[in-house]
């Protein structure tokens, strides 16, 4: 590509040095030359020897100027371009003969162009290098930043204006690592400020200490006040810490440890107690020797502050589930006396109920029952004095006694009912026994009592506890369940006896709305006597009612 020569590039310079004359003395008439002629030619070769010389190194000197990796231009003093290398011309995307001669101003982003000309100025001063980081305007419209490096040339023809030569260095990369650099620092000043965080470090070998801004916030004092030194940070300790982290400090700069941490009461605060909480872990060079430690400084006032309510609250909230669990306690000390005296009252309860049942049941088989028969006797005696003498009236005294005989037995019926165990170790069996006989008879059922081995029980209690969870269920089998085959079971276990009734009815619902009276008062009977109930539906159909009682008192083996 050709490129206008100014005055001052290497071209121009080379065709300068081929436009010199040679000077030589002429012959004298004779023809013969003078005494100088053989050294003027000998110095006539020798300059043209320096000419080929100088024109070589003036062509690589070009070579270099044109083909370097750097761009160079010349500017004058009206910043017009005078020269510029290939280089310079590919970083502005425009030809050489397009660049010279025009200001380089044109070729500058427009918001640049103060830059430029403060530029121009600090070079006319006389200042050198004068560098200025400005930008490129390419003719897509893209803007380049580069670093424009201007001195000016010492030496030109006279009358000439000043010359400067410049160095055009494209910064583009360093720009954008320049850039995320300071994006990445401030997003870790953004995060050390939302964390309430600051960054330090120590240069292990001069013992330089920095501080960020934000460390400064931390320990709350005044940049201008304060220089940063491990001196500085200790004396901001209170007395009680400043021992503490003086030795974790002296351990990692001593090569003992190679991380720092604690937390630390400060003592600069007017306004109550700051804490601040210092990690640190120590860098190494690459042959391994400590370099710095570094690390960050987190404000935790106000996470002692919670802490500390929290310890408060919970301490607050300890004494008053103490309370509440000795109030608790208490309250369930009483309610246990409460139930332990409702058991004993319902237990009394049933006892005497049973006790007036069996004091009825005697008095109306010792009672009412003796007078009944009395008064059969008696009327016996009637009907036998009337026959004799023939008398119609014979036949209603015979009804009399056939009516009194009905009455002894619903009599000793209700009695038995009342009393339907007898006070003998084997009154549960035959009570039993007797129960499913006069049930058969009376729902006309099939209702059986097995019993393989005699159960003896002495405690008239229980026995009679038992029977009676026995009458209720078979009076619900009956009743609710439509069984026509019951059967009663009584055998003794291992550490007790277990009441069994089976039937063969509908069974009980899968789901019930609630428990019904009867079979509350026989739970309330087998945990009386310190039994268990179980009552569940047959998988064959039919209901299970299962009595369980352990360790029973009063059971005798059979003779």
């Not at 001196?231 to 991380?259: I, M, N, P, Q, Y």
């Amino acid at each position: 590509m050709a490129a206008r020569k100014s005055s001052h590039s290497p071209a121009a310079g080379r065709k300068r040095a081929a436009k010199e004359p040679s000077v030589a003395k002429k012959s004298d008439a004779a023809g013969h030359p003078p005494r100088e002629a053989v050294p003027a030619r000998e110095n006539m070769a020798q300059s043209a020897t320096s000419q080929t010389e100088a024109e070589f190194q003036w062509e690589h000197f070009a070579d270099l100027y044109n083909f370097a990796p750097v761009g160079f231009l010349t500017l004058n003093h009206h910043g017009q371009v005078q020269d510029l290398n290939l280089a310079a011309s590919g970083l502005l995307r425009r030809s050489r003969h397009r660049v010279i001669g025009a200001p380089f101003a044109l070729f500058l982003d427009r918001g640049h162009l103060d830059l430029f000309l403060d530029h121009l100025r600090r070079c006319d001063r006389g200042e050198s290098p004068v560098v200025t980081d400005t930008a490129v305007l390419h003719p897509d419209g893209s803007v380049v930043p580069i670093r424009l490096v201007s001195a000016q040339i010492p030496f030109r023809p006279r009358g000439e204006y000043k010359l400067y030569q410049a160095a055009l260095i494209d910064i583009s990369e360093q720009t954008k690592l320049a850039r995320t650099l300071r994006d990445s620092e401030e997003h870790f000043r953004m995060a050390l400020r939302c964390a309430h965080a600051g960054y330090w470090s120590i240069e292990i070998a001069t013992r330089r200490t920095v501080w960020s801004p934000e460390f400064y916030a931390v320990l709350g004092v005044d940049p201008e006040r304060v220089s940063p030194s491990e001196t500085a940070f200790l004396d901001l300790l209170a007395l009680e810490d400043r021992l503490k982290a003086e030795c974790a400090l002296e351990s990692v700069l001593s090569g003992e440890t190679d991380h720092f941490e604690g937390e630390y009461r400060l003592r600069t605060s007017s306004h109550g107690e700051r804490w601040v909480g210092v990690f640190g872990s120590l860098t190494h060079t690459s042959g391994g020797a400590p370099l710095r430690i570094a690390g960050i400084g987190i404000d935790l006032t106000r996470q002692k502050q919670t802490e500390e309510e929290l310890r408060k609250s919970r301490k607050t909230l300890e004494q008053r589930v103490k309370q509440r669990t000795a109030d608790l306690l208490a309250a369930k000390a009483v309610l246990e006396r409460e139930v332990v005296d409702r058991k004993r009252l319902e237990r009394q309860i049933l006892e005497i109920s049973e006790r007036e049942r069996r004091r009825m049941g005697q008095d109306l088989h010792d009672g009412l029952g003796q007078q009944i028969t009395g008064i059969i006797f008696h009327a016996h005696l009637l009907h036998k004095h009337l026959a004799a003498k023939g008398l119609v009236e014979s036949d209603m005294a015979s009804q009399i006694v056939a009516l009194l005989d009905e009455a002894k037995v619903q009599a000793r019926h209700i009695a038995r009912g009342l009393q339907p165990v007898d006070a003998a170790p084997n009154g549960l069996m035959a009570g039993l026994d007797h129960f499913a006989s006069t049930t058969s008879e009376l729902y006309r059922i099939d209702c059986r009592f097995l019993c393989p081995e005699p159960v003896m029980i002495t405690e008239h209690n229980t026995a009679t506890h038992l029977f009676r969870i026995a009458q209720e269920a078979v009076s619900n089998a009956f009743r609710h369940g439509g069984a026509q085959q019951i059967e009663i079971h009584l055998r003794e276990t291992d550490n007790g006896l277990e009441l069994q009734i089976l039937d063969r009815g509908s069974g009980m619902p899968k789901t019930r709305r609630r428990e019904g009276l009867g079979l509350g008062f026989m739970k309330y009977r087998a945990e009386t006597i310190g039994g268990t109930l179980d009552i569940r539906r047959r998988p064959g159909g039919g209901t299970m009612v299962r009595c369980r009682v352990r360790n029973v008192d009063g059971i005798s083996e059979a003779e």
